[in-house]
């Protein structure tokens, strides 16, 4: 028999229903795999009991002719900033340690409503704030990617989803969920050859998962292709009233409207994405993207974004005085950490948990974040800062009346190794150079695997969309995917 675990979402979705295999079958081989793949921290909680209560689920229901779900029988793995009910929940937190929510996270529910059963709580940047999982109160995740220069560096998955991206990428799930503020579901996807969708902002409800900057946070689907986020997507989107920001819209049939013909189509080229010592890589497989998409039939246009120098200098004040706010809730006394010096008083404990829980990249937002915040500096900073994002919209919003949708990397290099870049700060702010603009703009992006390096590293090609126009955005993915035809898989050296 095939090995189960090569299976994406689709074909174990199809497998389960015509009785090809079961969904237990199914949950058992990613389970094992799971289990032997500790070298990895991918998981910061295995849970193959869920997995396989949910499987039996979906077969009970076949045998009494009932339907699957979308997802019936197909496993996945959870990014640990849902809230799953009992079932820790940390943000790969100290300060949340222990923390076993009583209420589930509503995509994560929508998961479970469409049939997928959950493997376990994935590993990530600590409260999403990373490029390289490195922030992890749990130890980073190690991507099962190598260089192929004959060395043993351990590479970073990307972040803050390097655990969702990981466990695709190994063969440990067949999909996961994750959350992009500012590139965590494309970069980590980039960085592992796998896919994955940021949709527009307010396409999935926020409710119940950890809020780093809620006016940019959004989950999305990381998998294996563009089929496999599309069906994802349909499952984890929706209205909800529980979310001021939910978008009270249809979820559109996103996989049944996939189509690789861009005849008709524009794509947009822009200009200030292409830097200066741009890594030559990185360019080249841009320009392949650009054939690409142009032997799909679209029309290739040059396109200006004049304020894309500003966007991540606006990020790294809105990202942190949202986190300094929305942060301000861990304080002893609510959930998970408790620290409580003898005789201390309630300043005492609040200062004391804090000061033990967060790790130092949250400690660096939350002071960034008040200080951009406070009455000396808020005009100069914060109210500075979101008027770029406006001039930033703007420029998204003038380049589509003129393409449909933009093509550029996803990331400025393949994936580093650990270690390499944690002493520096902007150094690691600088990965999520080409992936902040379409977040502070809120508009849906995905990346999709497009070749190797010639360090043997994957390369991710970014496609932005108009807003509410995801489809437009699988779409032009699944016209690279068939071309750039990635077949490349890490050796199994875990
Ligand atoms: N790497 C970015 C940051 O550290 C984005 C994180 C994210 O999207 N959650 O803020």
Redesign the pocket.
């Known amino acids: 028999m095939t090995d189960l675990t090569n299976l994406g979402v689709a074909a174990i979705r199809d497998g389960v229903a015509g009785g090809d295999f079961s969904a237990v079958e199914v949950a058992k081989a990613f389970n094992a795999n799971i289990a032997a793949a500790g070298a990895l921290n991918a998981f910061i909680v295995a849970t193959p009991e869920l997995a396989l209560k949910a499987a039996e689920v979906t077969d009970a229901k076949r045998a009494a002719g009932q339907p699957l779900g979308i997802l019936g029988g197909v496993p996945i793995g959870m990014k640990d900033l849902f809230a799953t009910k009992g079932v820790q929940t940390t943000a790969a937190s100290h300060i949340l340690e222990g923390f076993v929510p009583e209420y589930e996270s509503t995509v994560s529910q929508k998961l479970w409503d469409a049939g997928a059963g959950m493997l376990g709580k994935l590993n990530l940047?600590q409260f999403?704030?990373?490029?390289s999982n490195e922030t992890s109160y749990f130890g980073n995740v190690i991507s099962p990617w190598k260089r192929n220069d004959g060395g043993n560096a351990a590479m970073a998955p990307g972040?803050?989803s390097g655990g969702s991206s990981t466990a695709v990428a190994a063969r440990l799930a067949p999909a996961a969920t994750g959350?992009?503020?500012?590139?965590?579901i494309r970069?980590p996807a980039a960085f592992t050859g796998i896919s994955g969708i940021k949709p527009t902002y307010g396409r999935c409800s926020r409710w119940g998962i950890v809020a780093?900057a809620s006016s940019l946070d959004q989950a999305g689907p990381m998998a294996r292709d563009v089929r496999d986020c599309a069906i994802m997507l349909e499952a984890m989107a929706g209205f909800d009233p529980k979310d001021a920001t939910s978008l009270n819209m249809a979820v559109p049939e996103w996989e049944a409207g996939l189509s690789g013909d861009l005849r008709g189509k524009k794509v947009g080229i822009p200009r200030e994405y292409r830097m200066d010592g741009m890594d030559a890589d990185v360019s080249a497989s841009w320009d392949r993207g650009i054939e690409w998409l142009r032997d799909a039939g679209a029309e290739i246009v040059e396109i200006s974004l004049p304020h894309t120098k500003y966007a991540l200098p606006a990020y790294y004040i809105i990202?942190p005085a949202e986190a300094s706010s929305n942060l301000a809730r861990y304080d002893g006394v609510r959930y998970g950490l408790r620290d409580l010096p003898d005789g201390a008083g309630l300043q005492d404990m609040y200062a004391a948990t804090r000061a033990a829980g967060f790790g130092a990249e949250v400690k660096r937002r939350i002071l960034i974040g008040t200080y951009v915040l406070s009455a000396g500096f808020y005009d100069a900073y914060y109210t500075q800062a979101q008027k770029v994002r406006t001039l930033i919209s703007r420029d998204f919003k003038n380049a589509f009346t003129e393409v449909d949708v933009i093509l550029a990397p996803t990331a400025p290099t393949a994936a580093f190794g650990l270690g390499e870049k944690s002493d520096d700060p902007l150094a690691m702010?600088l990965?999520?150079v080409f992936a902040v603009p379409a977040?502070l703009a809120g508009l849906p992006a995905m990346s999709v695997p497009a070749g190797l390096n010639r360090e043997g590293l994957p390369l991710g090609l970014q496609i932005i969309g108009r807003e509410f126009d995801e489809q437009g955005v699988l779409n032009a993915g699944l016209a690279i995917e068939s071309r750039a035809k990635f077949s490349a898989k890490p050796e199994k050296w875990w």
Not at 128 to 131: E, N
């Open positions: 940047d999403a704030m990373g490029s972040g803050s959350t992009d503020t500012g590139g965590s970069q780093f990202a702010y990965n999520d977040s």
